[in-house]
């Protein structure tokens, strides 16, 4: 591993799953009893936002209930002693990789521990409910939103995202099953700017022929593992 110097790691669902935080794609589809096309668009949004503003005010509640894991903190360690250019590129929007101590992380998803106001966009960190329709720190009105990306919208930071996997000798994908793009394609993207590429992964993603190297298991004991070979060489 002497020859790696920057490293972009890709994180989803699987790192967090093991810290109690479930997803749409477990349970068949449903999240919490609800489909996604109910709860995690615009349209559910201005159709029910009563239903969509609960959903997520029980969302923000419930992550904040839950710890880091060995995956979580093995990612921090390394972050906070590699001494090359690192990017954590999450498509988890709990704040998990923060609370194990990782600093430089980007949610390309949103993040529950925000809010997002519809009339000024400004996003306030909100730890609260959202339910009541409250007013924005900001500007005072009261059209807060969460500040998730929902199906059909654009993720955020794009043009960084893809600058990181430019200058990267690593794409590490942890915990993500290959489905939802554009995250999906990165693999595909550090392939084609001859980027070294390794998935850690509970089971074989959607993407799992596209990388050089894939292991097989737990993340919070992979990870950990691999974090531990990157930093001794
Ligand atoms: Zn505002």
Request: proline fraction near 6%; include cysteine.
């Amino acid at each position: 591993m002497t020859d790696i110097r920057n490293i972009v790691i890709l994180t989803g669902a699987g790192i967090s799953a093991e810290s109690g935080i479930d997803t749409f794609r477990d349970g068949g589809g449903l999240w919490e009893q609800h489909r996604v096309e109910d709860v995690a668009t615009p349209e559910a949004f201005a159709r029910d936002p009563d239903l969509v503003l609960r959903f997520y005010d029980m969302r923000r509640e419930a992550i904040q209930q839950k710890e880091p894991n060995p995956a979580h903190e093995a990612l921090a360690r390394l972050d906070d002693i590699w001494p090359g250019e690192l990017l954590i590129v999450t498509q988890n929007v709990d704040d998990l990789h923060e609370r194990a101590g990782a600093s430089r992380v980007l949610h390309m998803h949103g993040t529950h521990l925000n809010a997002w106001c519809t009339a000024c966009d400004v996003r306030s960190p909100w730890r609260g409910t959202l339910i009541e329709r409250p007013s924005c720190p900001a500007c005072g009105e009261s059209a807060l939103r969460p500040d998730i990306v929902w199906f059909g919208e654009m993720p955020y930071e794009m043009e960084r995202i893809y600058g990181a996997l430019r200058n990267a000798d690593l794409f590490v994908s942890v915990g993500t099953s290959g489905a939802v793009y554009p995250a999906a394609g990165f693999v595909r993207d550090a392939n084609a700017l001859r980027v070294r590429t390794l998935e850690l992964n509970l089971e074989p993603s959607q993407g799992s022929g596209w990388f050089d190297e894939a292991r097989h298991g737990p993340a919070s004991e992979l990870v950990p593992e691999w974090v531990d070979e990157v930093l001794i060489p």
